[in-house]
C-alpha cells in the first residue's frame, strides 16, 4: 500500500521479496543481477523504461513468450513486476557455469560426449521451433549448466531478442545475433526465420569439436563473404581423430542458403545423435586452447560491459533508489567470475540496495579492499595503451595536415 502511494505499480510490492547480488551482465536497454528469492536464487532482469520508450511491445513480447516456455532444457520464468521507471523480469538462475567453462573442468570430455551435449541444445531448439520461436542469439556463452551437479542438465538462455513468429513462414528483417554466429542471411539483411538457429547451431558444433570456428574473418565485410561461400574446411590436423558422420552434421546446418539447412527435426534424426558412431577421442586440449584465446577477449569485453553499466546508470530517473551497481567496473569484473568466489559471497544488503554495504559493490568478506582480477587489470591496460595510441596518430595526422597547409600557404605566397 505505501509503495501505490508513493505512485508505484501494484506489482512493484513483489521487489521487497529479493535481496540483489552481483551482476550478470548489461545491455542497451538493462541489466540483469542475481538475487535471493523466496525459491532461491534467481536472475532478474532490469529494464530502463525510458531506454524502451515508444517499444514497449518489446518487453511484453518477452514476457509473453518465457512464460509459455516450458521445457527442461531451457531457463524457466519465475516471475515480473514494475516500478515506476523499471520493468523486472525474473528467471531460474544457472549456476553450474557455462558449456565451455564447465568441460574444462572435467577430466576428458569425448566426440561421444559432445554429440549428447548438442542433442541436448538440438532438443531445445526444436521445441522452440515447434512453438514457432526464433532465439537468434545461439552461442556458447548462452548455454549454461542449471546446477554443478555431475549430471546437471544444458540450459539455453537468453531470450532477449527472440522472436515469437505470427505464423510460420513470417520472416524477420532486424540485425540480431552475435558476431561470428550470425547466419549470412542476418547480416546481409535479406530476411530470416528459425534456419538462423541452426547455422549458429552449426558454428557451435563445430567449434565443440576441434577448438575454433569455422569461420574467423575479424571484419565484418570479410566475415560476410566467408560465410555467404559456406566454405567449411576440416583441417586434418585437428579432424582427423573425428567421424565423418560429425563432419556431416555440420555441413548440413552450415549451408549458405537458409531453405538448404536442415531442419531442427531433420538434425534431430541425424545418426550422428545417437552417439554409436561417434569415437571416444578426446577433445579437451583443444576446448582448453578456445577457452585461452576466449578468456583474452572476454577482458575488452568486461571493460565494454562496465562501460554500459555506467551508461545505464546515467539514464536512471531515481538514482537514491538504484538497481545499478555503485562500482561499475568492479561489477563488470564480478560479473565473470564464479558465483563461490569471496567476492561474489558478501553480504548483499537490503533489495535493490548497490551501496557499499552490500550489493556487487561490497568489499569482500574478509574485509579486504574491493580487488579486481588480473583479467580485466590487463583489459583496462589495454584499453589505456589503445586509446594513447589513437591519440597519438591523431595528433601526428593534425601535425602532418598543418604542414602540408603551411607549405600550400608558403607556395601561393610564393607565386603571388
Not at 531460474?92 to 557455469?97: C, D, H, I, R, S
Request: hydrophobic share 35%; net charge positive; charged share 30%.
Amino acid at each position: 500500500m505505501l509503495n501505490r502511494l508513493h505512485g508505484q505499480p501494484e506489482s512493484y510490492d513483489k521487489k521487497s521479496k529479493y535481496r540483489f547480488g552481483r551482476t550478470l551482465g548489461a545491455g542497451t536497454y538493462g541489466i540483469v543481477r542475481e538475487a535471493d528469492g523466496p525459491t532461491g536464487k534467481v536472475a532478474i532482469k532490469i529494464i530502463l523504461k525510458k531506454n524502451v520508450k515508444g517499444n514497449e511491445q518489446m518487453v511484453l513480447d518477452e514476457l509473453d513468450m518465457l512464460q509459455r516456455l516450458k521445457h527442461p532444457h531451457i531457463v524457466k520464468f519465475v516471475d515480473w513486476f514494475e516500478s515506476r521507471d523499471k520493468y523486472y523480469i525474473v528467471t531460474e538462475l544457472a549456476t553450474g557455469g557455462e558449456l565451455f567453462d564447465r568441460i574444462c573442468e572435467q577430466g576428458k570430455f569425448t566426440e561421444k560426449d559432445a554429440s549428447q551435449t548438442i542433442k541436448q541444445v538440438l532438443g531445445a531448439v526444436d521445441y522452440l521451433h515447434q512453438n514457432n520461436v526464433v532465439h537468434r542469439d545461439l552461442k556458447p556463452e548462452n548455454l549454461l549448466y542449471l546446477t554443478k551437479a555431475p549430471h546437471s542438465d544444458l540450459v539455453l538462455a537468453d531470450f532477449g531478442i527472440a522472436k515469437m513468429l505470427d505464423n510460420k513462414d513470417e520472416v524477420l528483417t532486424t540485425m540480431a545475433g552475435s558476431f561470428g554466429y550470425a547466419a549470412p542471411e542476418v547480416m546481409l539483411k535479406k530476411g530470416h526465420g528459425k534456419p538462423v538457429d541452426m547455422w549458429s547451431l552449426g558454428v557451435i558444433t563445430y567449434t565443440l569439436l576441434c577448438g575454433y570456428s569455422p569461420f574467423r574473418s575479424e571484419n565484418l565485410q570479410d566475415l560476410i563473404d566467408e560465410c555467404s561461400n559456406a566454405a567449411v574446411v576440416f583441417h586434418e590436423r585437428y579432424w582427423k581423430d573425428v567421424s565423418d558422420d560429425a563432419k556431416d552434421f555440420i555441413m548440413k546446418l552450415l549451408q549458405a542458403k537458409p531453405e538448404d539447412r536442415a531442419t531442427s527435426k531433420q538434425a534431430l534424426s541425424h545418426r550422428w545423435l545417437k552417439g554409436e558412431t561417434a569415437t571416444d577421442h578426446n577433445l579437451l586440449p583443444e576446448i582448453k586452447a578456445y577457452l585461452t584465446k576466449a578468456r583474452l577477449r572476454r577482458g575488452i569485453e568486461l571493460v565494454k560491459l562496465a562501460n554500459r553499466i555506467e551508461a545505464l546508470k546515467m539514464h536512471e530517473d531515481d538514482p537514491t533508489n538504484s538497481d545499478f551497481p555503485e562500482d561499475s567496473t568492479l561489477a563488470a569484473d564480478q560479473s565473470k567470475r564464479s558465483s563461490s568466489s569471496p567476492i561474489a559471497q558478501t553480504n548483499q544488503g537490503n533489495s535493490g540496495s548497490s551501496s557499499s554495504k552490500g550489493g556487487a559493490g561490497a568489499a569482500n568478506k574478509d574485509g579486504g579492499k574491493r580487488t579486481l582480477s588480473k583479467t580485466i587489470k590487463g583489459a583496462i591496460f589495454r584499453e589505456v595503451v589503445l586509446a594513447k595510441v589513437r591519440e597519438m596518430r591523431e595528433q601526428e595526422q593534425t601535425l602532418k595536415i598543418a604542414e602540408e597547409v603551411e607549405k600550400e600557404a608558403r607556395r601561393k605566397s610564393f607565386q603571388a
